[in-house]
């Protein structure tokens, strides 16, 4: 069970793309990819604690 629990579990490349995908865009608008990685691990957190 320990190292079930302590096994990382894999992202989904399409989740991969669209996160950097969506950083790029920011950078190029003129907005902070901080905050949009900020947004995205505020939703996240949202669904674990769920």
């Excluded at 096994?7 to 996160?19: F, H």
């Excluded at 608008?29 to 901080?34: E, F, P, T, V, Y």
């Amino acid at each position: 069970m320990a190292a079930h629990v302590g096994e990382p579990r894999a992202v989904p490349e399409s989740v991969l793309y669209t996160k950097y995908t969506k950083v790029v865009l920011a950078l190029l608008s003129g907005r902070s990819a901080i905050d949009v990685l900020d947004i995205q691990r505020a939703a996240h957190l949202r669904v674990m604690r769920e």
